[in-house]
């Protein structure tokens, strides 16, 4: 059984930078793509960045591109989102997703091709 669990949220202020980790256990690590994404209050889940199995493709949604950076260490079956500049309404529960085993190194933005999830990890941003 493949199992995602995420940690590093928390409250931060506005401007502020936060490290979110996810470990992976159950299955090849090196097999899944692997991405972020969000759910604000109010607001449907949506994509925010991720990483092919290699990590030699990254991809990022428009609102965070330059703040956000996508980082994986296959030996340490880990994923890392890197929040820089944070603003309010990057206020979220941030989620750690799985698509796989794949061969592919294609980073896909739909949730409902990712096949794992984690519990998610609080983030909020406040003056």
């Known amino acids: 059984q493949v199992q995602l669990v995420e940690s590093g949220g928390g409250l931060v202020q506005v401007g502020g930078s936060l490290r979110l980790s996810c470990v992976v256990s159950g299955g090849t690590f090196s097999d899944f793509n692997m991405a972020w994404f969000r759910q604000r209050p109010g607001w449907v889940r949506e994509f925010v960045a991720g990483?092919?199995?290699?990590?030699?493709?990254?991809r990022y949604a428009e609102s965070v591109k330059g703040r956000f950076t996508i980082s994986r260490d296959n030996a340490k079956t880990t994923v890392h989102l890197q929040i820089n500049s944070l603003k309010y309404e990057d206020t979220a529960v941030y989620y750690c997703a799985a698509e796989g085993p794949t061969g592919t190194e294609v980073v896909v933005t739909t949730g409902s091709l990712y096949d794992y999830w984690g519990q998610g990890t609080q983030v909020t941003v406040s003056s």
């Open positions: 990483i092919s199995r290699s990590g030699v493709s990254t």
